[in-house]
């Protein structure tokens, strides 16, 4: 199932050579060093002696889980208490060793813990220094803890996309901003990167859960003079909403009659459809598009010039969902690409992994792990012709390189044995055998 290619051997990553060190939980900044560790980067990741928070999401065995094991992979792991007295010591080691250092907690934690970017460039004046912050460095929240579904919530996002039960909103999943925000971090390290190349400096780069949150509603997150008559009919009517018990859907309904653009697009041209045996994807965005669209369907064009709620629009997207449950969804995909209407199967996540489309691209892959067996992961979203990209062999086990990396790093034996009896740092169990670049198996051969 998928694709399971290894990297070329001897074509070394983008990059190969480049250090870095992930002081981070959970997924935003995780998913950055991913990214990194699959362009070439040797990523080692410090825990705590707890692990990672995902390690107890969804359990594979003893300190092993699902999410973990899906975001973390192609890592070194080690476990340092960053409240014990000698964390001073090895950090300072890790600091010295870095190009990068990659740190996501709350604005607090990092002159608490020494990792703030004062503290890491007194030590590396070099490195890149990546500041995550759930909510931004400045203002009212930049001490707060947080995380994707409170982001949803302050940035707007959350009540453009959540669903919704009983008049209240769900939490979006998967946590786009949370992947988001790896995506944007990863390409702010690399952009740093080659400013250090270009003079030799070291600079602390930030992003936010927030920050990505309100990129991704770029298109829909905005405020123009002209709409300010609307914006007060709007409210207006929303607190006659309020005022008559009305909740959430009410709300997100006539905002998107009334505030967002494009409604009769999105409600006829641009959505999904039930089919006589499941659900199809449609999405033109053009005047010829639609004009096939009608022709292909037999589908009523509406009235020149009507709005979504007009009673003449809102009958032709009742004869189209008619339309569409008719015939099954292979007969409609086979249609509309045969006109070059764009179109889509709507898939489950289980099916997705399976999809030819996405196995024949690599965006899947097998990982087999030395605790729990064989895995099948997402992918690298990138690829690069002459410098490979590989999600490089699976998430580590607890601590499995602690006693290796700190080696790396100039602690004697005599050191390593001191610190652990110390409760400093740990070391944990056998190392993965698919833990070096190119060890990563393709899914397009089976498990």
Not at 29 to 39: E, F, I, N, Q, S
Request: charged share 20%; hydrophobic share 40%; proline share 6%.
């Amino acid at each position: 199932m998928g694709s399971e290619a290894s990297t070329p051997k001897g074509r070394a990553g983008v990059l190969d050579g480049i250090r870095v060190v992930e002081l981070a939980q959970n997924a935003a900044v995780p998913y950055c060093g991913r990214l990194l560790a699959g362009m070439g980067a040797d990523v080692v990741k410090v825990e705590p002696p707890g692990g990672d928070a995902m390690r107890h999401l969804g359990d594979l065995g003893s300190s092993e889980a699902k999410a973990y094991a899906a975001i973390n992979p192609g890592k070194r792991s080690i476990v340092l208490d960053l409240g014990s007295d000698d964390a001073a010591e090895v950090l300072d080691g890790l600091f010295r060793w870095a190009d990068v250092v990659l740190v996501g907690v709350k604005g607090s934690d990092l002159d608490r813990f020494g990792i703030g970017w004062d503290r890491v460039r007194a030590v590396n004046p070099s490195v890149v220094h990546l500041t995550h912050t759930p909510f931004g460095p400045e203002g009212p929240d930049a001490e707060v803890g947080g995380y994707d579904v409170l982001v949803q919530a302050l940035s707007g996002t959350g009540f453009l996309m959540n669903r919704s039960q009983d008049g209240v909103p769900l939490p979006t999943r998967p946590a786009v901003n949370d992947f988001g925000t790896g995506m944007a971090s990863a390409l702010a390290v690399v952009a740093a990167l080659w400013h250090r190349d270009r003079t030799g400096e070291g600079q602390r780069v930030d992003t936010s859960l927030l920050g990505t949150a309100l990129g991704l509603g770029t298109a829909v997150i905005h405020r123009f003079d002209a709409d300010e008559d609307d914006l007060r009919a709007f409210r207006s009517e929303v607190g006659e909403i309020l005022t008559q018990g009305g909740g959430f859907d009410r709300q997100r309904e006539l905002y998107e009659v009334r505030m967002l653009q494009g409604q009769v697009a999105f409600r006829l041209y641009f959505r999904t459809y039930a089919t006589s045996d499941g659900l199809v994807s449609v999405a033109g965005l053009s005047t010829s598009l639609y004009r096939r669209f009608h022709e292909a369907t037999g589908i009523t064009r509406p009235p020149s010039g009507a709005g979504a709620s007009d009673p003449g629009f809102l009958a032709v997207v009742d004869e189209a969902e008619r339309c569409f449950a008719s015939a099954t969804t292979g007969h409609w995909m086979g249609v509309l690409r045969a006109i070059g209407y764009p179109c889509s199967r709507y898939n489950r996540p289980d099916d997705a992994i399976e999809d030819p489309q996405v196995v024949a691209n690599d965006l899947v892959v097998g990982l087999d792990h030395p605790a729990f067996g064989h895995y099948v992961t997402t992918g690298m979203p990138l690829r690069m012709e002459a410098t490979p990209v590989a999600v490089r062999g699976p998430s580590p086990c607890l601590g499995v390189h602690t006693v290796e990396v700190l080696t790396e790093i100039g602690f004697d034996q005599r050191r390593i044995e001191e610190l652990s009896r110390a409760g400093a740092v740990t070391s944990g169990g056998q190392p993965s055998v698919a833990s070096q670049p190119g060890e990563q198996r393709s899914t397009r051969e089976g498990p």
